[in-house]
C-alpha cells in the first residue's frame, strides 16, 4: 500500500463523521492548548523573577546581621537588626582577592520633607560604590561621592519615586531639575539634593525607586545616632565562577574578626545571588511542571477519548475490515490504516491546539502583566506528544482490527 | 484443460473448546480454467465453508488443496492474504461495499494494496465496471445511493480489478429481487462466455445454479453429485 493511499484513505474515513471525529480532537486540542498556555505562562513568570533579581546587581553577596547565638539560648534578633556589621568588617573584606566592589550601608525610615510636603521611606548611607555594586544608575545630577563622605557633605540623592511624592502633585509630573539643588529636611537636618536615580521598576519592601540615599557617614552620626553600626554590606564578586569562593572567604574572615569558632554561632549572614537565583528558578521550575503536568492530564484524558471512538470505529467498521481482508489487505496494512487514523486525529488535535494555546497565551499576556514565553521546545513537545498519543492510544484498537478474522468480520451483523 | 481448483479429500472440522463439528466430510473435486459451476445445497450443509477454503480465507483442516496449481492448504494468514489479491475475486450477498465512498472508489480498492499508481487504478476499474454492464452515469455516486442490483455489479466489477484466476460468489442474488438477481445472473454468463473468466456461484437455489455450466451438489458435507447442466437457463436482457 502507498503512503499517499494510506492518508488518502485515512482523511476519507475521518471526515465520514465530522462531528465525532471533532469532538474527538477537541480532547486533544484542549491538552495540547493548555500544556503550550500553562508552560508559556510559567516559563514567562521564571524569566521574570530571574531577571528581577538580576537587576539586584550583578555577582552580588549580600551580608546582613544576623543571629548572635549564645550557649543554651537561641534567642536571635531579627534579620538585620542586630548590630555586628561595623565599616571595619567592610573594608577588612574590600581588601580580599575575588572581591570587585564593597558597599556598606546603614539605613533607616525617617520622615522627609520639602516645602510642606512630606513622605515616609528608606534613607540609606552609602559609598561611592553603591551604583555599581546595586547596579544603579543616575538620571540627572551626581550619586555620593568619597569627598561627600571624608567631608560628611549633607547632600542627598533621590529615587524617582521620592522625587514625584515631594516635588510633583497629583496633577503634574516632577522631573530632576526641579528637585536638584532645593533643599530637603530629614530628621530635622538639611541635605542639598545633588541627584535623581533612574528608575529599576521595583516594587515591595527593597524598591530602590522610593529611597533616599546620603553619604553613610552623615547617616551615622546625624541620622542613626551614634552607632557605627553597619545594616547590610553589598559586596560585588569579580566573576560568577569566583562567588562562592568569595563567600566563604568572607565567612572565614568575619568569624575570625568576630571572634566566633563555630560556624553555626555567626552572627552574619551572606546572601548568594546566585543561591536566590537557583531557589528562585526551583520554585518557578516547579510551579511550570505543576502546570505542566494539570495541562498533562487533560491529554491523557484526550488520549482515552481517542482509543474509545477508535474502539468504537473498529467494531463499527467490522465488516469494512472484513472485507479489506478478503480482498487482499494484510495485517500489516488494518494496522497501519487505523494507527494513522489515530496519528492523524492526535496530530490535526496537536497542530489545533499550539494554535489555541499560542493565541491563549497571547492574551494572557495583554491582559497580564506577566510575560509568556512559547518556547520552540514545547511546541515540539506537543507536536511529539500528541503523535506519541496517537501511537499509544491507536495502537491497541489497530491491532484489534488487524486481528479480526475475515469470515467472522464479513458475517457480523 | 488447466484446472484452477483442485480439491482433495478436503475436511473441515470446527473445534469449539473441544466440541468438534466435521463441517465438510472428504470433498474432492476440481474445476478448469473458463468454467462456469454452480455449488448448490441446502443450508448448513457447507457451502459457506467450502468457499472459504476456495477463496484462501480459511485453510482445510485436513486434504489438499491447490489453487492455480499451487498447494495452499498449510499458508500463514498473509501469504492467504497475497493469495486472495492475486488470484481471487469474492461477490457476497450483503455487497459489502463501502458506504461514503464513490463507486469508482470502491472498484479500485483491491488495486490500492497492490500499490498500483491512482491513474492506472482507475483506468482498469473503470474497465471493469464496462464489463460488469455497469452505468456510467453513476460512476461517481456513492455506493449507498444505488440500488441492490447496481451495488452487486460494483461488487462485480471490483471483483474483477485484480484480474483474478477465480470469481467466487457467494448467494450473490440472495439479497436481490427475481429482477435485479437476473439481471446479476447475465452478468456472471457474459463475463464467463465473453471474458472467459472462471466463476464459482454458491446457492441454496436450483433457480440460480441452472445458470451455470454445471452444478455440484453438496449435502452434509459431501458432494452427493456433479454433473453438467443439460438445461442451463439464460438470464433474460430486457431488464437491463
Ligand atoms: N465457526 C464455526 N464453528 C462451528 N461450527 C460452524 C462454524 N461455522 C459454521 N459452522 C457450522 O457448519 C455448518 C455449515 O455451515 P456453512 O455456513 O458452511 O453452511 P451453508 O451451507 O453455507 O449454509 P447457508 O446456506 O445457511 O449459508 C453449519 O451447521 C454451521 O453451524
Ligand atoms: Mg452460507
Known amino acids: 500500500m502507498k503512503t499517499e493511499d494510506l492518508f488518502e484513505e485515512t482523511l476519507l474515513a475521518i471526515?465520514?463523521?465530522?462531528?465525532?471525529?471533532?469532538?474527538?480532537?477537541l480532547g486533544i486540542v484542549i491538552g495540547i492548548a493548555s500544556v503550550i498556555a500553562l508552560t508559556a505562562i510559567g516559563q514567562g513568570a521564571q524569566g521574570m523573577i530571574q531577571s528581577s533579581i538580576q537587576s539586584l546587581g550583578s555577582n552580588l553577596l549580600v551580608i546582613i546581621p544576623g543571629a548572635s547565638k549564645t550557649f543554651g539560648s537561641t534567642v536571635s534578633a531579627g534579620l538585620g537588626s542586630a548590630?555586628?556589621?561595623?565599616?571595619?568588617?567592610?573594608?577588612?573584606?574590600?581588601?580580599?582577592?575575588?572581591?570587585?566592589?564593597?558597599?556598606?550601608?546603614?539605613?533607616?525610615?525617617?520622615?522627609?520633607?520639602?516645602?510642606g510636603s512630606n513622605t515616609q521611606t528608606n534613607v540609606l548611607g552609602v559609598v561611592s560604590a553603591y551604583p555599581q555594586v546595586r547596579?544603579?544608575?543616575?538620571?540627572?545630577?551626581?550619586?555620593?561621592?568619597?569627598?561627600?563622605?571624608?567631608?560628611?557633605?549633607?547632600?542627598?540623592?533621590?529615587?524617582?519615586?521620592?522625587?514625584?511624592?515631594?516635588?510633583?502633585?497629583?496633577?503634574?509630573?516632577?522631573?530632576?531639575?526641579?528637585a536638584i539643588g532645593q533643599t530637603i529636611r530629614i530628621k530635622n537636618v538639611d541635605f542639598t539634593v545633588v541627584g535623581v536615580t533612574q528608575s529599576k521598576g521595583g516594587s515591595g519592601f527593597n524598591n530602590q525607586d522610593d529611597m533616599v540615599f546620603v553619604p553613610l557617614t552623615v547617616a551615622q552620626h546625624?541620622?542613626?545616632?551614634?552607632?557605627?553600626?553597619?545594616?547590610?554590606?553589598?559586596?560585588?564578586?569579580?566573576?560568577?565562577?569566583?562567588?562562592?569562593q568569595v563567600q566563604n572567604e568572607i565567612t572565614n574572615l568575619l568569624l575570625q574578626r568576630h571572634g566566633i569558632s563555630n560556624p553555626q554561632n555567626?552572627?552574619?549572614?551572606?546572601?548568594?545571588?546566585?543561591?536566590?537565583?537557583?531557589?528562585?528558578?526551583?520554585?518557578?521550575?516547579?510551579?511550570?511542571?505543576?502546570?505542566?503536568?494539570?495541562?498533562?492530564i487533560s491529554l491523557l484524558v484526550g488520549g482515552i477519548g481517542i482509543m474509545n471512538m477508535m474502539l468504537t470505529t473498529v467494531t463499527e467498521r467490522t465488516r469494512e475490515i472484513g472485507l479489506r481482508k478478503a480482498i487482499g489487505a494484510k495485517k500489516k496494512d488494518i494496522t497501519m490504516q487505523f494507527l494513522t487514523e489515530a496519528v492523524m486525529l492526535t496530530f490535526g488535535g496537536g497542530i489545533i491546539g499550539i494554535v489555541v494555546g499560542?493565541?491563549?497565551?497571547?492574551?494572557?499576556?495583554?491582559?497580564?502583566?506577566?510575560?509568556?514565553?512559547?518556547?520552540?521546545s514545547s511546541i515540539l513537545l506537543a507536536f511529539g506528544v500528541s503523535a506519541g498519543i496517537g501511537i499509544l492510544f491507536g495502537y491497541y484498537p489497530a491491532v484489534r482490527a488487524a486481528k479480526l478474522n475475515p469470515i467472522e468480520a464479513l458475517r457480523y451483523e | 484443460?488447466?484446472?484452477?481448483?483442485?480439491?482433495?479429500?478436503?475436511?473441515?472440522?470446527?473445534?469449539?473448546?473441544?466440541?468438534?463439528?466435521?463441517?465438510?466430510?472428504g470433498v474432492t473435486f476440481s474445476i478448469a480454467e473458463g468454467e462456469f459451476v454452480a455449488i448448490m445445497g441446502p443450508s448448513g450443509s457447507g457451502k459457506s465453508t467450502l468457499m472459504h477454503i476456495i477463496g484462501a480465507l480459511d485453510t482445510p483442516t485436513g486434504g489438499e488443496y491447490y489453487l492455480d496449481g499451487k498447494d495452499i492448504s498449510k499458508l500463514s494468514d498473509d501469504d492467504l492474504a497475497d493469495i486472495r489479491r492475486e488470484k481471487i475475486g469474492f461477490v457476497f450477498q450483503a455487497f459489502n461495499l463501502l458506504p461514503r465512498a464513490t463507486v469508482l472508489r470502491n472498484v479500485t480498492l483491491p488495486l490500492i494494496y497492490e500499490g498500483v499508481a491512482k491513474e492506472k487504478r482507475e483506468e482498469i476499474a473503470k474497465q471493469a465496471l464496462r464489463e460488469s454492464a455497469f452505468p456510467e452515469g453513476f460512476w461517481q455516486h456513492h455506493s449507498n445511493q444505488l440500488s441492490g442490483g447496481m451495488m452487486q455489479r460494483v461488487a462485480i466489477a471490483r471483483a474483477l480489478v485484480n484480474n483474478p484466476a477465480l470469481i467466487l460468489a457467494d448467494e450473490p442474488t440472495g439479497n436481490l429481487d427475481s429482477k435485479t438477481g437476473e439481471i446479476v445472473l447475465h452478468t456472471f454468463q457474459s463475463l464467463n462466455e465473453e471474458g472467459k473468466k472462471t466463476i464459482v456461484l454458491i446457492t441454496h437455489e436450483a433457480y440460480v445454479a441452472e445458470h451455470a455450466d454445471?452444478?455440484?451438489?453438496?449435502?452434509?458435507?459431501?458432494?452427493?453429485?456433479?454433473?453438467?447442466?443439460?438445461?442451463?437457463?439464460m438470464a433474460k436482457t430486457e431488464n437491463l
Request: aromatic share 4%.
Open chain 1, 358 to 376: 499560542w493565541i491563549a497565551a497571547t492574551v494572557v499576556s495583554s491582559l497580564t502583566s506577566i510575560t509568556t514565553i512559547i518556547s520552540l
Open chain 2, 214 to 233: 454445471r452444478i455440484i451438489h453438496i449435502l452434509d458435507g459431501n458432494i452427493v453429485r456433479d454433473e453438467r447442466n443439460k438445461n442451463k437457463r
Open chain 1, 266 to 296: 555567626a552572627d552574619f549572614n551572606i546572601i548568594n545571588q546566585a543561591d536566590i537565583v537557583a531557589a528562585a528558578s526551583s520554585v518557578t521550575g516547579t510551579f511550570t511542571t505543576l502546570l505542566a503536568a494539570i495541562a498533562g
Open chain 1, 222 to 244: 546625624f541620622l542613626i545616632g551614634s552607632s557605627q553600626y553597619l545594616s547590610e554590606i553589598d559586596v560585588e564578586a569579580q566573576s560568577q565562577q569566583v562567588m562562592t
Open chain 1, 15 to 25: 471526515t465520514v463523521n465530522k462531528v465525532r471525529t471533532g469532538l474527538t480532537m
Open chain 1, 83 to 115: 548590630e555586628t556589621l561595623t565599616p571595619d568588617d567592610s573594608n577588612a573584606i574590600a581588601s580580599l582577592s575575588g572581591v570587585e566592589a564593597v558597599s556598606p550601608e546603614a539605613s533607616g525610615r525617617y520622615q522627609i520633607i520639602y516645602n
Open chain 2, 1 to 25: 484443460m488447466r484446472q484452477i481448483i483442485e480439491c482433495r479429500d478436503i475436511r473441515k472440522t470446527y473445534d469449539n473448546s473441544g466440541v468438534k463439528t466435521p463441517v465438510l466430510k
Open chain 1, 135 to 178: 547596579d544603579l544608575q543616575v538620571a540627572q545630577g551626581r550619586f555620593i561621592t568619597d569627598s561627600d563622605n571624608n567631608s560628611s557633605a549633607r547632600v542627598a540623592v533621590i529615587g524617582p519615586t521620592v522625587l514625584q511624592d515631594l516635588f510633583g502633585s497629583s496633577i503634574a509630573t516632577a522631573t530632576p531639575d526641579m
